[in-house]
């Protein structure tokens, strides 16, 4: 149990840190005019990003739509004629979007990226249903570099696959096809 002094000694150390504040101008920041600079890992409006060659970075994978906890993505895939893969449409609803990032952490080949851009509330909840054209943007957002079709799918010199050290030889699988 606290002794009368030390209740005493809260009291003065509560009072005095409301003196302190008491006498201090106020900081008032004008938003809109004002907006104070984010850190460049907010999270917020999403966008799906481009390759440094200009190319699509999203191969419609389905992961960032497996892995949201309230479902607001959508997609159907599709490929072009060199076999590339891409959404032929994307979908995000922003009105169930609860900017966890875990898209972002989930998407192989850095296409979808959150922004610190948080300006998108809308009157007209239909107007957050975002579609491929309003996510699609002409830069690389964060990852400036990084281009999946330089890595993935290409063949290299150090071995087919089944080769390597403790791994399994590919299985066909047509063999298991009725
Ligand atoms: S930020 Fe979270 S809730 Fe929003 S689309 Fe990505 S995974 Fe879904
Ligand atoms: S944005 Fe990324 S995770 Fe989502 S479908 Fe495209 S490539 Fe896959």
Redesign the pocket.
């Given at each position: 149990m606290a002794t009368a002094w030390e209740s005493v000694r809260a009291l003065a150390s509560g009072f005095a840190t409301t003196f302190k504040h008491l006498w201090r101008p106020p900081i008032t920041e004008e938003y809109p005019e004002y907006k104070r600079p984010l850190p460049v890992r907010s999270?917020a409006r999403?966008i799906l990003t481009r390759d440094p060659d200009g190319a699509e970075r999203c191969v419609a994978c389905y992961l960032?739509s497996a892995?949201?906890?309230?479902s607001?993505?959508s997609m159907q895939a599709t490929e072009s004629e060199d076999g590339r893969r891409y959404a032929a449409w994307f979908r995000?609803n922003f009105a169930?979007?609860?900017?966890?990032?875990?898209?972002?952490e989930a998407c192989p080949t850095s296409a979808?990226q959150?922004t610190p851009d948080f300006e998108n509330c809308q009157r007209d909840i239909l107007k957050l249903v975002y579609e491929k054209q309003d996510l699609l943007v002409d830069h690389q957002g964060k990852d400036k570099e990084y281009n999946f079709y330089k890595y993935a799918g290409v063949a290299t010199d150090v071995g087919a696959k089944g080769a390597h050290h403790r791994e399994e030889k590919p299985v066909n699988i047509r063999s298991n096809l009725p």
């Amino acid at each position: 149990m606290a002794t009368a002094w030390e209740s005493v000694r809260a009291l003065a150390s509560g009072f005095a840190t409301t003196f302190k504040h008491l006498w201090r101008p106020p900081i008032t920041e004008e938003y809109p005019e004002y907006k104070r600079p984010l850190p460049v890992r907010s999270r917020a409006r999403i966008i799906l990003t481009r390759d440094p060659d200009g190319a699509e970075r999203c191969v419609a994978c389905y992961l960032c739509s497996a892995v949201c906890p309230v479902s607001c993505i959508s997609m159907q895939a599709t490929e072009s004629e060199d076999g590339r893969r891409y959404a032929a449409w994307f979908r995000i609803n922003f009105a169930r979007c609860i900017y966890c990032g875990f898209c972002e952490e989930a998407c192989p080949t850095s296409a979808i990226q959150l922004t610190p851009d948080f300006e998108n509330c809308q009157r007209d909840i239909l107007k957050l249903v975002y579609e491929k054209q309003d996510l699609l943007v002409d830069h690389q957002g964060k990852d400036k570099e990084y281009n999946f079709y330089k890595y993935a799918g290409v063949a290299t010199d150090v071995g087919a696959k089944g080769a390597h050290h403790r791994e399994e030889k590919p299985v066909n699988i047509r063999s298991n096809l009725p």
